[in-house]
């Protein structure tokens, strides 16, 4: 009871922690991961250095529980216990029985058939609904020939009655048509539909929903955990096939095995397993975080000294991480109105840009308004004339007693907010925040102009 405690409390934790934003492993392990090293190659390698620790572990605790084993249990508790033996069943009563059997499987059937045309008008591309159909062949078994074998044996019982015959060929047939209908469905799954479009990508969603569904009713050893870390491994060939260069396409189907991985972990009973499927997931959240600063040079002084090297500016920049998406989302369908008077409800403090430098301010107007949200690691940069705004991560903690010393300056610098957060193609990323004289931007990495651009440009968005 108590261990069935104790994992219930560590699943709980554990899926507030991997379920948002920012459930990374920590700045170092971040710092020392290359998106650009084979992911299968580094998952292989997470699990080996998992089990081994696992195994260490287990020699150790083998080693103290012999220093207690000093009670003896030999002999049976069930000694004396006479035998039984189950009374004869009758053929009638094996026909009944498989009569039920075969309905069962009618049921069965005609469950996968009426949930199989829901689908069918659910999706929207031709190579889902070929992948549907092909799925469905695998998957329906024949049964005429054990219904007309039940029907003989209905008008005339044989002497050497088939006991159990029929469960174990249902059961066989089943269990044979499930992974043939799985690997259609893996087959479906290519770098191209994972970043295809919305409908492809939806209705790739669909049909693993749907096959979640169905192959838990055909096969009996059927197991979540073992269907999703399945995709996800899948997923994790197809982010090696996509060409480095390609860092939006690698997003994207990161995107998917985050959350591939996280639906195996939720679905995992092992403890071993759990700490396998655990450190996985923490070793794919960093490649997702890696690949988002991929556009940021993080050799360079500034980046390594406010994201990398301590661990309070990571947990700054892990915050800002987290908040970044929803202030953007906010600010990009709400009112100017709005927007201050939610912020200031939430205890940001505004800063009002005056000349070449800043006042702290709840009235003050300006051409630039900068909100800071109460951890000091988040900034929204609001223009008034042109309606812009901004969402970046500052490279410097502002306390709540700001108003105490000057922070003109800082806010004004170039290297205020050292990345900004942009939304590209619905995957987020984070880029230097502004250009220098010379028109070349802070920190970049060894990234195409035309994809820098567009990600500045999208860095930059309207309110209404």
């Known amino acids: 009871m108590f ?19 920012g459930g990374y492993a920590n700045g170092d392990d971040l710092k020392n991961t290359d998106p650009n090293q084979p992911l299968e190659d580094s ?7 998992v089990q081994e620790k696992l195994w260490i572990a287990q020699l150790e605790f083998e080693q103290e529980e012999r220093k207690f084993e000093e009670n003896d249990f030999s002999g049976s508790y069930f000694e004396g216990t006479v035998y039984t033996p189950s009374p004869k069943i009758s053929r009638k009563t094996h026909l009944a029985h498989d009569q039920k059997s075969l309905a069962t499987a009618k049921v069965t059937l005609g469950w996968i058939a009426k949930k199989t045309e829901n689908i069918r008008k659910k999706v929207k591309t031709s190579a889902a609904r070929k992948t549907l159909e092909t799925i469905v062949a ?11 074998a039940l ?55 669909t049909l693993c929903d749907y096959f979640c569904a169905v192959d838990s009713v055909l096969d009996d050893f059927f197991e979540e955990r073992g269907f999703y870390g399945a995709l996800r491994n899948k997923f994790v060939k197809c982010y090696d096939a996509v060409p480095k260069i390609d860092i939006v396409a690698r997003a994207k189907i990161l995107k998917y095995i985050n959350s591939f991985g996280q639906r195996a972990l939720v679905a995992v009973d092992d403890p071993d397993d759990y700490e396998e ?21 993080r050799t360079k002084p500034t980046p390594q000294k406010f994201i990398f090297k301590s661990t309070g500016a990571f947990e700054r920049f892990d915050s800002f991480a987290k908040l970044a998406p929803c202030v953007f989302e906010f600010c990009a369908n709400q009112t100017l109105v709005a927007i201050e008077s939610t912020l200031q409800i939430k205890g940001w403090d505004r800063w009002v840009q005056r000349g070449n430098g800043y006042i702290r301010s709840l009235n003050a107007q300006g051409n630039q308004v900068i909100w800071v949200d109460p951890s000091g690691s988040t900034s929204l940069r609001l223009k008034t004339a042109s309606k812009e705004f901004t969402v970046g991560f500052l490279s410097e903690y502002i306390s709540p007693n700001a108003l105490y010393k000057d922070y003109s300056s800082y806010l004004y610098s ?18 230097p925040a ?19 651009n567009a990600l500045m440009k999208k860095a930059h968005k309207k309110y209404r």
């Open 3 to 21: 261990l069935s405690f104790f994992k219930n409390i560590t699943l709980l934790i554990t899926c507030v922690v991997l379920f948002s934003f």
């Open 43 to 49: 998952i292989s390698f997470c699990i080996k250095d």
């Open 138 to 148: 695998e998957a329906c078994i024949e049964i005429s020939d054990i219904e007309k």
């Open 151 to 205: 029907n003989r044996w209905s008008k005339k019982l044989p002497k050497k009655y088939p006991v159990n015959a029929v469960d174990f060929e249902l059961h066989d047939r089943f269990h044979k048509a499930s992974p043939k209908a799985f690997s259609v469905l893996l087959a479906h799954m290519n770098p191209g539909i994972l970043v295809g479009s919305a409908d492809e990508q939806a209705d790739m969603e």
């Open 277 to 297: 499927q655990y450190a996985v997931v923490d070793l794919t959240k960093n490649y997702e975080l890696a690949i988002q600063l991929g556009f940021v040079d």
């Open 414 to 431: 170039e290297q205020t907010e050292l990345v900004k957060y942009a939304l590209y193609e619905n995957m987020s990323f984070f880029v």
């Open 434 to 452: 502004r250009h220098i004289a010379s028109g070349i931007t802070l920190f970049w990495a060894c990234a195409g102009e035309t994809l820098r």
